[in-house]
């Protein structure tokens, strides 16, 4: 028989466990609305019981654990979720830079006779063809002839304005990688931070629940930014790894991510110590890159073929013409690709010097001009026979197909994200329901073991003055 | 399903954020009256207006070619009118100039015929917008120069031109050419209005030769050659206003044909973009109602927050 004293043991042990209990229901009540966070639980047990004549007798109740309410595969699949929904978003992103610098846009009431926006390349190409058509009816006109090349002017700027937008794109694109792996290394460090410290807290005794909730949000942080993969062994350690590289191992960092240039300016990642490339296939790293060297660098690389076919296309014919002058054999178009297109500087002074003539000599003579305008509607074997204005106009909807495939597949993948985490929070969340019924739990058991204490204080006070 | 703290206000926030996402594009659509109007609404819808909107330009720029031509064109034909009168009139004092006239009479006629030359060589100097109109392609100078003696009798007409013809495009692969060179005595090409080897006319020289005839009082040589030539140079003239009036007509017939095209391009363009205004109207007065409600319900349970603690107190 435990007797009174012992008696008086259990109640004091039993006011401590409520008061664990009150403790925990507090902690889940202040962390309700941390998104990170999964609710606890403290577990009670009955004490050893004490063997008496008449059997074993319990001695209480005494708290065994606090654990966690989490569902590890739902971490795991949420984690991959992550990954892929940053991919896409980040991909949509320098997408949607790269539509705002094109510029192209269906503006206002129909029939204004613009092809797509009025300041836009479309527009500055039809416009230039037109200007062709125009001075062909009459060549020797100074006004026609000052028309086509200010439209020739515009288009040059317009194609070296949105090289230079597309270019910087680029860079941005590549500043955002950098900042990336900068995070990813700031992030691996944390994780191994925090593996360390688990590894020591629960060496001790108990579950490290709040370091592992801290640690499942870096590990979801780090998915944003690349799929990694997380497992623990058997011995519980815990290590990082990001395709097949082992980057973090228990609480060491093994190694850190870099970025590096691939030799065309362009970044890639790889790891620091052992330098072997990574190509990862999830998060925002890996959609940046994705869209850089595909849809951008395809972009980029239609416009420059455009524009050199229209240079040497042009030139071709105009070299060909003769200036009111007499003169022959000079370009229309400088430079080589998007970047340096631009147009004889005679031209902008002396609007004579437009070799619009077949022959030397008769200013009424249009051939060449009608040569250059009739190109509008030729089919070019270097853009997949097409015309120029029908290759752009691919180019330029090819970049609008990727885009809205891309919006469809997010707007997908964050409804799937977003059942995942509700499934989650309905697992780990806080109920401030359920935690104030405990709380009132707790406290109703606190009161009684109190109540215990006091009858069994007033039971021994009365045998201590027993023999008087 | 449990239902945590943190449910219904995460449910809240991500619905609202659709709603007025969706609420956002259809306004857009509204206020612009475009269905598409970025690249990534609708690519392809997209693609096929842009090509569109570049034919319907061209066709545009075709039609102000025919405006261009058809000002040409009437300017070269109220030019050959006045040379058909002095042919005319040519013809006339050839016929009156026979053995019966006196030289006096005769005199006067060949003063007559000199002024006659000059006029033309006048009409035949005259310019369009795109420089002289009947100088071939070589409208920088002009067409005809007349030479004359000490007596201010002509004794010839050069011609400063050449034979070919200017050609726009009217419709894509369909090149007109209205003008009329002065003279083509190469046997190739655009029939000369003036001088044209192939027929035979050679209408200033013929003058000339009438001129002199006249001067000379040599009324044989007028019926004999003079008036056959003049009547060939006439009728090379009157075919040359004839071929004038068909091309006027054809360029009427195209832009017509432009026009109709023009407009049916803009339906085909407004049907692929333009907003039903109707059916987007309809759209966004629902999806405001339910942003609207979706607002009021979740601001309701928001700003009661309901839940066991308000009750234990």
């Not at chain 1, 317009?158 to 230079?164: A, E, G, M, S």
């Not at chain 1, 930014?225 to 191992?249: H, K, P, R, Y």
């Not at chain 1, 026979?385 to 290759?391: G, L, P, R, V």
């Not at chain 1, 021994?460 to 008087?468: A, F, P």
């Amino acid at each position: 028989m435990p007797g009174l004293f012992g008696t008086l043991n259990l109640g004091a042990r039993s006011l401590q466990t409520q008061q664990q209990g009150v403790e925990v229901s507090g902690h889940n009540l202040a962390n309700a609305s941390n998104a990170a966070y999964s609710r606890q639980r403290l577990e009670i047990h009955t004490s050893t019981p004490t063997p008496t004549s008449i059997g074993p007798a319990g001695t209480g109740a005494d708290a065994g654990a606090i654990t966690q309410l989490r569902d590890t595969l739902l971490d795991r699949q949420i984690q991959g979720e992550i990954s892929i929904t940053s991919f896409l978003q980040s991909g949509q992103t320098a997408l949607q830079y790269a539509e705002a610098g094109v510029g192209e846009q269906l503006q206002g009431a129909t029939g204004t006779g613009d092809v797509g926006s009025p300041g836009g390349l479309a527009n500055d190409l039809s416009g230039l063809f037109n200007a062709f058509q125009d001075l062909s009816t009459t060549p020797s006109s100074m006004t026609s002839r000052q028309t086509v090349i200010s439209q020739a002017q515009q288009l040059t700027t317009q194609f070296n304005q949105l090289d230079q937008r597309l270019g910087s794109i680029n860079n941005q694109l590549n500043q955002s990688v950098q900042t990336d792996v900068a995070s990813a290394n700031q992030l691996l460090s944390d994780i191994a931070g925090l593996n360390q410290r688990i590894a020591g807290t629960e060496a001790g005794a108990g579950v490290a629940n709040d370091l592992r909730d801290s640690r499942q949000q870096k590990l979801e942080a780090l998915s944003q930014l690349a799929n990694i993969q997380f497992s623990t062994d058997a011995s519980g350690e815990a290590s990082l790894s990001l395709g097949g590289q082992l980057l973090v191992s228990g609480g060491t960092v093994q190694d850190t991510l870099e970025t590096y240039d691939s030799g065309t300016g362009q970044l890639l990642v790889r790891t620091s110590g052992a330098g072997s490339p990574l190509t990862p296939t999830g998060g925002s790293i890996a959609g940046t890159i994705d869209v850089r060297d595909g849809a951008l660098q395809s972009l980029h690389g239609d416009l420059n073929t455009l524009a050199t076919q229209i240079i040497s296309q042009v030139n071709h014919v105009y070299r060909t013409g003769y200036d009111l002058n007499g003169n022959t054999g000079a370009d229309l178009f400088t430079g080589t690709n998007a970047s340096d297109i631009g147009v004889d500087a005679a031209l902008a002074s002396d609007a004579s010097a437009l070799q619009a003539s077949g022959v030397a000599g008769a200013a009424g003579n249009n051939q060449v001009v009608l040569g250059l305008a009739q190109m509008a509607n030729t089919a070019q074997a270097s853009l997949g026979n097409q015309t120029f204005a029908q290759s752009y106009h691919g180019t330029i909807t090819g970049l609008g197909t990727a885009l809205a495939s891309v919006n469809t597949q997010l707007a997908d993948q964050e409804s799937v994200q977003t059942m995942l985490q509700a499934q989650r929070n309905s697992v780990s969340g806080v109920s401030i329901d359920e935690e104030m019924t405990n709380l009132v739990m707790y406290q109703r058991a606190f009161q009684a073991s109190a109540h215990l204490v006091s009858v069994v204080d007033q039971m021994l006070s009365l045998v201590v003055t027993l023999g008087q | 399903m449990r239902i945590a703290f943190n449910t219904f206000p995460d449910s809240v926030k991500s619905q609202l954020a659709t709603l007025s996402a969706q609420q956002n594009h259809l306004q857009n659509q509204v206020a612009t009256g475009k269905r598409i109007s970025q690249l990534d609404d609708d690519p392809a819808a997209m693609r096929r207006v842009l090509d569109w909107q570049t034919q319907g330009s061209q066709v545009s720029q075709y039609r102000k070619n025919i405006a261009s031509l058809q000002t040409e064109a009437t300017s070269s034909y109220s030019a050959m009118s006045g040379l058909q009168t002095i042919s005319a009139r040519a013809g006339e004092i050839a016929t009156l100039a026979d053995g019966t006239r006196s030289a006096q009479e005769l005199n006067t006629y060949a003063s007559e015929v000199t002024q006659l030359i000059q006029q033309g060589v006048q009409l035949m100097n005259s310019t369009g917008q795109g420089g002289y109109l009947f100088g071939g392609t070589a409208t920088a100078q002009p067409p005809f120069v007349a030479a004359t003696d000490a007596n201010g009798n002509i004794t010839g007409v050069t011609y400063q031109g050449n034979e070919a013809a200017l050609s726009a495009e009217i419709a894509a692969g369909a090149p007109v050419a209205v003008q009329v060179p002065g003279a083509n005595t190469s046997g190739s090409g655009p029939a000369g209005l003036i001088t044209d080897s192939r027929n035979g006319a050679d209408f200033f020289n013929h003058l000339i030769a009438l001129q002199n005839h006249l001067r000379a009082g040599d009324t044989n040589s007028i019926s004999s050659s003079d008036l056959p030539a003049l009547a060939k140079d006439e009728d090379n003239i009157t075919s040359q206003m004839a071929h004038n009036g068909l091309i006027q007509a054809h360029l009427s017939t195209a832009d017509s044909l432009a026009a109709t095209q023009s407009l049916s391009l803009k339906k085909t363009i407004s049907q692929d973009s333009d907003a039903d205004l109707a059916q987007t109207l309809t759209q966004l007065s629902t999806t405001q109602t339910a942003y609207l409600a979706a607002l009021q319900s979740g601001a309701k349970l928001l700003s009661q927050s309901q839940s066991l603690l308000s009750y234990l107190a």
